[in-house]
Every structure is written in C-alpha cells, then in structure tokens.
C-alpha cells in the first residue's frame, strides 16, 4: 500500500488557470506537509497542518491555499497559474512528537505555459 | 539563523570504494539531523537520523552517518558504493519554532557511482 500519494502525477496548463493537488497518507500521522521543489532541486517548505490546523505558512503567495478536510488529506488549490509556479511540489507526513521523520509522496510536476 | 549545508553539488566514487557525502549545520539547542535519498523522478526516501544517543548512526541500504558536535557536521557514508546508490542525497535539520517543528533542507549533493 502506498504511504503517501498524491494526484495528479503530472500537470500542465495555461498561465491565469486554477489548479489542484490531492494528497493522502495512511500512516495515521497528524502532521502533514507541502513542499516545493524548483528546477535547481531546492527544497522548500511551504504549509503543514497539524490535525487539519494550520501550523506553517511560509511566506507564501496567498493564491496557493491549503486545505485539510482530515487529518489524512491535505489538498492544495492554486489560482491564477503563473510560470514561475512550475516545479515539482511533493506532500509529505509525519507524527508532530516523537522522531520526526517526515514520509513524502511522489511528487507532483506542475509545468505552467 | 538555522541552518544547513551542503558544500558538494556533486560527488563523484567508482563503485566498491568508500563514500562520504558532506552535511554541516548550524542551530540552536540539541539537533535532530535526517538524511533523505531522491532517485530520479521520485519521492525523498528516509535514510538515516541522528537524535541522541551514538553517534554514529545506521540507515537503509548500508549508509550510515557520523554525528560529530564539536565540528557541527553530520557526513553519510557508506563503505562500499554501489552503482544504484547514484541519486541526490539532502541532509536535513529540524526546527523548533514555538510548538511547531519543521526541516530545513540543504541544497542536495548528486551522489554518481561510476562503474
């Protein structure tokens, strides 16, 4: 079973378009996170949401939006598409307490045109 | 400021001999350090972590990384790489911020194994 997933895979689309990312995990975690990832493969933090609260926003532009129905989804909306939005956005999970390892999806590769 | 780095964008080992990937920090209190592994178009995969207790420390796949405070450093090693252990290595470091933790990556290092 996979621990972590997210839909889609891949995603491309047009500048100005609203898009979504989906991610689950069944590791029971309470913790879950979205990250960035740009074309130099730097790796960058950008929401979690501790039992669907949000704990971190890092700066982020506010047309990104997190959404945590559960604890085990933590979807992310987009609007208004712009290029320099295109990377490779991964959500991952993890226990707030404990060891901290942080588990992550596949990844998400968003190209925006 | 918290953080970590990675000084090689690249290292390059022929394969059955040692490697070490270099990882160094800097933050406050007692650091919990993680190595993670990216293949290509993949996921990060869990390799290691240091939180207390030995210092040296046994992951996955035969890595294993030395905790060293003094030098602030938390370097991954393995004694003899294979040609699947090429892939892109980040070192991470946890921070505290109120009741909140998060990582902080460094910039990664590609780790190539020639044959």
């Known amino acids: 079973d996979t621990a972590v997933s997210q839909t889609p895979k891949y995603l491309v689309t047009q500048m100005g378009n609203d898009k979504s990312i989906k991610c689950e995990q069944n590791l029971g975690h309470d913790t879950m996170y979205w990250y960035k990832q740009d074309s130099k493969k730097f790796l960058k933090i950008m929401f979690s949401?501790?039992?669907?609260?949000?704990?971190i926003n890092e700066t982020v532009p506010n047309r990104f939006s997190p959404k945590s129905p559960d604890k085990a989804h933590l979807n992310l909306h987009i609007n208004s598409l712009e290029l320099g939005d295109s990377a490779v956005y991964f959500c991952?999970?993890?226990?707030?307490?404990?060891?901290?390892?942080?588990?992550f999806g596949p990844g998400t590769r968003l190209t925006v045109t | 400021a918290q953080s970590v780095a990675q000084p090689e964008d690249q290292v390059n080992v022929a394969e059955g001999n040692p490697l070490t990937v270099k990882c160094t920090y800097s933050v406050s209190g007692n650091p919990y350090l993680f190595w993670y592994v990216q293949y290509p178009n993949r996921g990060l995969q869990f390799l290691l972590k240091y939180i207390t207790g030995d210092n040296l420390v046994k992951g996955s796949y035969g890595f294993e990384a030395e905790f060293n405070k003094s030098q602030t450093s938390f370097h991954l090693k393995k004694p003899s790489a294979l040609v699947s252990d090429s892939a892109l290595y980040f070192c991470a470091v946890r921070v505290l911020r109120g009741a909140t933790n998060k990582l902080i990556f460094g910039t990664g290092t590609l780790l190539a194994v020639q044959p």
């Open positions: 991952a999970s993890s226990q707030q307490t404990g060891s901290y390892e942080q588990y």
């Open positions: 949401y501790n039992n669907k609260e949000l704990i």
